[in-house]
């Protein structure tokens, strides 16, 4: 899979965040957030920090992308992905990247192409409330 050298649009904000579910057994994970500048783009998928998922968007805002990546921490045992499949994925990670990078595929005349961005800012995480039933009768 070949990087290309010029990006495909001017990017904005590039961040990453934790979450933790604030339920027993809720989950847990990573988001990323590509904001682009460019409406004539649309960006597929993100490969960060071992894993690859579809990027998805807003009605509310069509040019922020995100990437939810999650994780074995606050997940019931049955929801638990087995370790040998996440070791599987990870050998087939086709890219090379710091804690800090990701790439992101896009199609461009019809063919899928990749580019890296470096130096994905890290926000403190995010501590989701508690979901409670109503008491009301």
């Given at each position: 899979m070949k990087l290309q050298k010029k990006?495909?649009?001017?990017?904005?904000?590039?961040?990453?965040?934790?979450?933790?579910?604030?339920?027993?057994?809720?989950?847990?994970?990573?988001?990323?957030?590509?904001e682009i500048k460019d409406e004539n783009i649309v960006l597929d998928s993100v490969h960060f920090r071992?894993?690859?998922?579809?990027?998805?968007?807003?009605?509310?805002?069509?040019?922020l992308f995100i990437?939810?990546?999650?994780s074995e921490g606050n997940t019931n045992q049955y929801e638990v992905v087995s370790t040998s499949d996440q070791?599987?994925?990870?050998?087939?990670?086709?890219?090379?990247?710091?804690?800090?990078?990701?790439?992101?595929?896009y199609k461009e005349n019809g063919k899928i192409k990749y580019f890296k961005l470096i130096d994905?800012?890290?926000?403190p995480i995010e501590a989701l409330p508690l979901s409670a039933p109503s008491n009301k009768n």
């Open positions: 990006a495909p649009t001017t990017f904005g904000d590039v961040y990453c965040q934790n979450w933790v579910a604030g339920v027993q057994g809720g989950g847990s994970g990573t988001n990323i957030f590509i071992g894993k690859t998922v579809k990027l998805e968007t807003k009605p509310a805002n069509p040019q990437g939810r990546l999650k070791k599987e994925q990870m050998e087939d990670f086709p890219f090379r990247l710091e804690n800090d990078e990701c790439v992101v595929s994905i800012k890290e926000k």
